[in-house]
């Protein structure tokens, strides 16, 4: 999860890489802000912007298990068709060779929790069935690419044009950006890497899963989600260099964009450079954040426009996402955020407005023992949330006691007598639509898709942009693509994850199955080392358990929150 977290313009123009090969039908992409649009001949293979604006979605890895949130959910709901991008959240960077790399190693907890922590079970493992896939068909033991990538190929297939991002870092695993980052040497093999594993699709080969080309084509881009550079506001153990952060991430994002670029000139296509803004203004200054030589190299950012305010301090309510400040708000000036407030410290400082998109909530802060329906009231701590304390889906809010909408701030909270949520509605959508509109950005960013499970909230944004004259967002544009799977690759279970410890990489198991085969197979006494993925059942202690997730060593019974949870039979 991510926390807190008249203009100059600054023209870049890049021409597009495939003209250099001689391919026809490829225009130069602006990113200036001006009004020209795509050429007839541009239209069939341009990202599918909404109406010239981007609108992008994160879809968080870890939603297919307590959440039940999956790729097929998106396009059930509709929502898919209101999204231009998808920023599959999160890649993690090795602790030992700071590359890029996938392994099944849980999260831990502790500042070196996420030492070699990856979900490839999750990624590329898990077997769907034909109720639970966009295609309608089963999984097989024997295709290469399952799990959430094989989805997502088939959301794109769906809608052609949609552009799928893999995020990396976010809140939990930007410890290593920093020493991933800091020198020449470092940067070359993390972008080589990241691109290798991600654009190429070169998966290692995990419980009979991946291998070359298994992933080739899927995604379109990189996101760059740090938190944060040179500046101790990150989660604690976070590598932090603070003379030299600014400038090393600026170099790594120079690295990505020349190897991008000289893959792309390779593929025909054009791979997108974005990232994930900060909103406090010392981590902004700290990292550089915003130097318009960062955008020279970024296709856009998106500004967090959430968590402005939270349960890290329990005895105070207020608002995570108002538009404007709150003249109300008792905290000193240098703990007083806005959405506004923090736009505008990019735009004075020269960024062109339509690189700059706005992050919008689809979940809610929230505190229990609430003395006030006004926001600013004491409270006791965090209220009760389904990921942690004081985090919960928009989803889950809307019958929650009554709601209180401020115009004039731009904010929406709901008060119970008891419990404070401050969240986003369709009101405050509506009005950031307009400030949207209003300052020439490039478009919105939501956090994170399954808060919303039937999409009504992201579609009051990419509706009101429907609405109005065609926006300034200028996208790499892309030659259109294959979304079919490649030919199988030779696998090798059980080989190792590049970048991986040997103690990181499971041994091989026997084939996946979809959930109904999970559900279906007799229970089995649980082992130490062994591997059990999703709906798996063992008996530990004269006990049944399944398990809700890809797990090894965790112990049933043991863990409130584990993956293992008690059965009937």
């Not at 709901?77 to 099944?104: K, M, P, R, V």
């Not at 736009?343 to 998109?357: F, M, N």
């Not at 009005?431 to 009051?460: C, H, P, Q, T």
Request: hydrophobic share 35%.
């Amino acid at each position: 999860m991510k926390r807190v977290r008249p203009r100059r313009s600054r023209r870049v123009v890049v021409l597009a890489v495939v003209a250099l090969l001689g391919i026809s039908g490829i225009a130069a992409c602006s990113f200036d802000g001006s009004t020209e649009e795509y050429s007839p001949d541009d239209a069939a293979t341009a990202p599918a912007l909404i109406n010239g604006y981007r609108s992008v979605g994160y879809f968080p890895q870890w939603g297919v298990y307590g959440r039940q949130y999956s790729m097929k959910d998106l396009q059930d709901s509709g929502a898919a068709g209101n999204l231009s991008h998808i920023n599959y959240a999160f890649g993690n960077i090795h602790h030992e060779t700071l590359t890029c790399f996938q392994a099944n190693k849980a999260q831990e907890s502790g500042p070196d929790g996420s030492d070699g922590a990856s979900d490839a079970w999750a990624d590329y493992g898990m077997a769907y069935d034909a109720a639970s896939s966009i295609a309608g068909t089963p999984d097989t033991a024997e295709q290469p690419l399952a799990g959430s990538f094989n989805q997502l190929r088939q959301l794109k297939a769906a809608n052609p044009g949609l552009r799928a991002v893999i995020s990396l870092g976010g809140w939990t695993w930007s410890k290593n950006f920093s020493r991933a980052a800091a020198t020449d040497e470092s940067r070359k093999a993390l972008v080589s890497s990241c691109i290798d594993l991600y654009i190429k699709g070169n998966l290692p080969v995990i419980e009979g899963r991946g291998g070359d080309g298994a992933a080739a084509g899927l995604f379109d881009g990189i996101d760059i989600d740090w938190e944060w550079p040179g500046t101790d506001k990150g989660l604690e153990g976070n590598g932090v260099d603070t003379e030299n952060d600014a400038e090393n991430f600026r170099l790594l994002l120079q690295e990505f964009r020349a190897q991008l670029d000289a893959y792309g000139a390779t593929t025909g296509s054009s791979y997108s450079l974005s990232a994930f803004l900060p909103a406090n203004p010392v981590v902004i200054e700290a990292g550089g954040w915003n130097d318009p030589a960062m955008f020279e190299y970024l296709d856009f950012g998106n500004i967090q426009g959430y968590d402005l305010w939270g349960t890290w301090e329990p005895g105070l309510t207020g608002h995570q996402a108002n538009l404007f400040d709150d003249p109300d708000d008792p905290r000193e000036d240098g703990e007083r955020f806005s959405v506004d407030r923090t736009v505008s410290a990019y735009l004075d400082a020269g960024i062109d407005p339509a690189q700059l998109g706005l992050g919008l909530a689809a979940f809610g802060r929230g505190w229990m023992g609430a003395d006030s329906a006004e926001p600013w009231g004491e409270a006791t701590g965090p209220a009760p949330g389904g990921e942690e304390p004081g985090l919960e889906d928009y989803d889950e809010l809307l019958e929650v006691g009554e709601e209180f909408t401020d115009t004039t701030l731009g904010a929406a909270w709901r008060f119970d007598g008891d419990k404070w949520w401050s969240y986003d509605n369709p009101e405050t959508v509506r009005l950031k639509s307009d400030y949207i509109l209003e300052k020439g950005l490039g478009g919105g960013m939501w956090w994170d898709l399954a808060g919303n499970r039937d999409g009504s909230l992201f579609a009051v944004l990419s509706d009101q942009l429907r609405e109005v004259p065609r926006g300034p967002a200028r996208d790499r544009v892309m030659p259109e693509t294959t979304v079919q799977p490649p030919s199988s690759p030779t696998i090798t279970p059980g080989a190792a994850t590049p970048g991986a410890t040997t103690s990181d990489v499971p041994p091989a198991a026997e084939p996946s199955l979809s959930a109904q085969e999970a559900a279906d197979a007799e229970p089995v006494v649980w082992e130490e080392g062994a591997v059990y993925t999703e709906g798996r059942r063992v008996i530990f202690e004269d006990t049944v358990y399944r398990t809700q997730w890809w797990t090894r060593g965790d112990v049933p019974g043991t863990e409130q929150w584990g993956p293992w949870l008690p059965v009937d039979g």
